[in-house]
């Protein structure tokens, strides 16, 4: 375990340093303007605060001494004027880059949600579902400190720093040398520090990563069906416990990284002053040096501090941050397997006749060798029904998923009219092919947003046909809520059953003309299945149909039938041809009953 972390660390460090502080500056080029009005302001600012020592040194050496009252009330009244516009400045200053800094994380977060929106299922499939939530959450979350004040704390600080260094050599160069010899062993303690604090962070989100995916797991709904059932109920708590224990070490460790070094910069800045008083002191060294430059110098020192530290925190913090950018980064840099062609063919949806043809296809999941489907030629006319039946893991739902364009494929073409549908533009294939699968999904909402998810724009009486078709209506109806009844967290309220027949009117609801049915039915008692599938039949006419079933019932009406195995479409024709044909169908068929068709394949 201990290699694993090792090379793991090693791994995000060296992503970590790859990341360029180029792109990270190139998020806010569209902020061009308000950030040079930002370090406007913090120009202004610095240069108008770094009166107050000079007012200081007057009114010690000059105003005071000599009981000028009028020049010692013009020079407190002077500084009070400087005080009161430094801090109106400040306000705007603040408002200005927090604006943006919030602009820069909005554009970063909805980058990377529709980034990885735009990828294909293989991504999803060997990623955690945790592990995308951590890092759109927490890690942009972990960033927004840095991203919304960094720029303005380096110009503030910077601007400070140079005009209180200034202003301390108009004073005294003597005392100015003396106090700045402190910087090289400061800066070389803020590199350490910084690298330290880049690894603890980088391991403290890679950890808080596996505590997303601990919640996600165990507190879904299906993971607390799971863990009730299976008695794992205390397995998940400890698991939970020793993930949040590790979590709570390292957040410990990221505070405390470089505590002490820094702790003992403190202690050297603030021996400083004592030094200045030393040396004022000595013939040698003093100069002839008044009282109220001696103090105005101390006061300079002072607040030479405070920037000075800042500068050297906010390097630190960027140093921490590229951690999380890389993580960032990694997922924008993802390359996207199914993408809109470059000059999609315009596509007229209400032209579409839905002949779908899948000449020489062949696909591997991940570049395997071994394929999923190999030398699929397929031809379904339009408003035709193709069955495809096959053992499982013969490759029925890939094929669907191919038609869909969910995945593409490695060999060959699938088309729709004669055109490949790599060459349409994505939305156009989701208006084309309408998917209802076996796993259902229903959104934590209502039963109508659920269905106007497929068509935001339907309207109530194309809302109640489509319910009507999917035989689901008057289950609708009969809740206390009706439509606007809550399905609950992935349609737990509802039966299986009942969530594929609400899943099937949203489908519907979208009018496909190519409609692929995965497992749609395989949740629903007889009745309701045949009830659903003479809407099917109806519906079928004006629609090219892909059927994905065990069931005998579903499958003998089919204008064809394809029996795959092992990827392959070993058989094709009606049910009569394939029955006279006596092969692998007409065995299948041997048992009589819908229920041994059905165990046929499994």
């Given amino acids: 375990m201990s290699n694993r972390r090792r090379k793991v660390s090693e791994a995000e460090r060296a992503a970590a340093k ?78 200005i880059s927090t604006r943006v800094g919030q602009d820069v994380m909005h554009r970063l977060r909805t980058s990377v949600f529709a980034h990885l929106h735009r990828q294909s299922l293989d991504f999803f499939t ?55 010899v402190v910087l090289p062993p400061a800066i070389y303690l803020t590199r350490k520090v910084a690298g330290m604090r880049r690894d603890i962070v980088a391991r403290r989100q890679r950890e808080l990563a596996d505590l997303n995916v601990t919640i996600e797991e165990g507190l879904s709904i299906s993971g607390i069906q799971l863990s009730k059932t299976m008695g794992a109920a205390d397995i998940l708590i400890d698991r939970f416990t020793a993930s949040s224990a590790r979590l709570t070490d390292l957040e410990l460790r990221s505070e405390l990284a470089g505590r002490w070094r820094m702790a003992t910069m403190s202690v050297i800045f603030s021996a400083i002053p004592a030094l200045l008083y030393l040396s004022a002191g000595l013939p040698a060294t003093s100069s002839g040096m008044t009282i109220g430059t ?81 030398g699929i030629n397929l031809t379904v006319r339009a408003g035709s029904t193709l069955a495809i039946v096959g053992e499982t893991g013969s490759g ?80 609708i109806a009969s809740l206390p809520d009706g439509y606007d009844t809550v399905v609950g967290s992935r349609g737990h309220r509802f039966s299986g059953g009942e969530k594929q027949r609400i899943a099937i009117a949203r489908t519907l609801l979208r009018d496909p003309k190519v409609l692929v049915l995965d497992e749609a039915t395989s949740a629903l008692d007889n009745q309701t299945e045949r009830a659903v599938q003479e809407a099917f039949d109806r519906l079928s006419r004006e629609r090219t149909t892909i059927v994905i079933a065990h069931r005998l019932s579903t499958v003998r009406n089919a204008d064809q039938i394809a029996v795959l195995d092992h990827g392959r479409i070993v058989e094709i024709g009606t049910h009569d041809e394939l029955v006279e044909r006596d092969g692998r169908y007409a065995q299948l068929l041997a048992g009589g009953s819908d229920q041994e068709f059905e165990a046929a394949f499994v």
């Fill in 18 to 95: 790859s990341v360029s502080l180029r792109r990270i500056a190139a998020l806010f080029a569209p902020h061009r303007a308000p950030l040079a009005l930002v370090v406007a302001i913090i120009v202004a600012s610095s240069i108008i605060a770094m009166a107050s020592p000079f007012l200081l040194r007057s009114i010690i050496d000059d105003a005071i001494p000599k009981q000028n009252v009028p020049l010692l009330a013009w020079l407190v009244g002077g500084m009070v004027a400087i005080t009161a516009a430094t801090s109106v400045l400040g306000v705007v200053q603040t408002w």
């Fill in 126 to 180: 060997r990623t955690r579902t945790g592990e995308v939530q951590s890092r759109i959450t927490n890690d942009i979350g972990g960033m927004q400190t840095v991203v919304t004040s960094t720029a303005t704390s380096i110009a503030s600080n910077l601007t400070t720093v140079v005009a209180t260094a200034t202003a301390m050599a108009a004073l005294s160069w003597r005392l100015s040398l003396l106090s700045l």
């Fill in 294 to 374: 001696l103090v105005a110098f101390t006061a300079l020192q002072s607040n030479l501090f405070r920037p000075l530290m800042g500068l050297l925190s906010v390097g630190v913090s960027v140093t921490a941050s590229l951690a999380l950018f890389a993580r960032i980064f990694d997922y924008l840099d993802l390359p996207i397997d199914i993408a809109d062609p470059v000059h999609p063919v315009k596509i007229d949806s209400r032209r579409v006749r839905g002949d779908i043809r899948l000449k020489n296809v062949g696909f591997s999941y991940n570049g395997n060798e071994s394929q999923a489907l190999a």
């Fill in 396 to 475: 029925k739902s890939t094929l669907a998923n191919l038609v869909a364009r969910l995945h593409d494929p490695t060999e060959g073409r699938v088309m729709v009219d004669g055109i490949d549908i790599r060459e349409m533009a994505l939305a156009d294939v989701a208006s084309i092919v309408g998917v209802v699968s076996q796993d259902t999904y229903l959104l934590h909402t209502t039963v109508l947003e659920n269905l106007r998810y497929a068509r935001p724009d339907a309207t109530d009486a194309e809302i109640l046909r489509a319910t009507k078709a999917a035989q689901v209506h008057d289950l």
